[in-house]
T-cell receptor
C-alpha cells in the first residue's frame, strides 16, 4: 500500500535555529498537508497545499513557517527560528482530492531546547 | 469552524470486552476518518467513512451523516487496541481535517 514518508523521525534543535521537515507524499495525490500535535493534545491543522500554492492555512501558520514543493516528489515544512513552543509531533498527509481519505506519514518529533 | 466532540474521553476495558466510541460533529461533512494513534505516536487510518457502515475484522464503523454522528465499534478487545482513537472530519467543501480530542483506550489483561 502506498505510504507517506517523513524524515527525520526525530529532531532536536536549539531555540532560534531553523529546521526543515521533509515529506514524500503519495505520488498521484494532489493535496498535501502539515499538521502538528503538541504532547497530550489533539492534532491541529497547519497548512494545505494544492497546485503548487498554499490553499489554506491556520492561525498557527505564521510568518515563521513556510512550505515548499521543491521538486515533483518532496514537500517540506520550514520553521525559520524555532521556539520552545514549537516542540511537537509534525505530521505530513496527502489525499487524491477533496472528499477523499487522507494518508498520514509517521510523523517527525521535533524537540526545541 | 466545525466542532468535533468525542466520547468517552477515557475508557478502560478488560481484554475480550466490546466498546463503542462516539463522534459528534456540528456541520455537514465531505470526509470523516477514524484513526488509531499507537504508543509510538503514529496515526493509523482505520476507516474513511463519510456515510454508511464499514467493517474490518474486529472493528466496524457507522456514520449517520444526516444526524451528524459516527460510531466506532471495537469487539473482543486486545491489549494492542490500546491507544488514542481520533475522529476527524472535513466540513462542507473544505479539504482540511478537524480532529476531535480523542478517546484514550486502555485494554488490560
Amino acid at each position: 500500500e502506498p505510504e507517506v514518508t517523513q524524515t527525520p523521525s526525530h529532531q532536536v534543535t536549539q531555540m532560534g535555529q531553523e529546521v526543515i521537515l521533509r515529506c514524500v507524499p503519495i505520488s498521484n495525490h494532489l493535496y498535501f498537508y502539515w499538521y502538528r500535535q503538541i504532547l497530550g493534545q489533539k492534532v491541529e491543522f497547519l497548512v494545505s497545499f494544492y497546485n503548487n500554492e498554499i490553499s489554506e492555512k491556520s492561525e498557527i501558520f505564521d510568518d515563521q513557517f513556510s512550505v515548499e514543493r521543491p521538486d515533483g516528489s518532496n514537500f517540506t515544512l520550514k520553521i525559520r527560528s524555532t521556539k520552545l513552543e514549537d516542540s511537537a509531533m509534525y505530521f505530513c498527509a496527502s489525499n487524491p482530492d477533496r472528499g477523499y481519505g487522507y494518508t498520514f506519514g509517521s510523523g517527525t518529533r521535533l524537540t526545541v531546547v | 469552524g466545525i466542532q468535533v466532540e468525542q466520547s468517552p474521553p477515557d475508557l478502560i476495558l478488560q481484554e475480550g470486552a466490546n466498546s463503542t466510541l462516539r463522534c459528534n460533529f456540528s456541520d455537514s461533512v465531505n470526509n470523516l476518518q477514524w484513526f488509531h494513534q499507537n504508543p509510538w505516536g503514529q496515526l493509523i487510518n482505520l476507516f474513511y467513512i463519510p456515510s454508511g457502515t464499514k467493517q474490518n475484522g474486529r472493528l466496524s464503523a457507522t456514520t449517520v451523516a444526516t444526524e451528524r454522528y459516527s460510531l466506532l465499534y471495537i469487539s473482543s478487545s486486545q491489549t494492542t487496541d490500546s491507544g488514542v482513537y481520533f475522529c476527524a472530519v472535513a466540513a462542507g467543501t473544505a479539504s482540511k481535517l478537524t480532529f476531535g480530542t480523542g478517546t484514550r483506550l486502555q485494554v488490560t489483561l
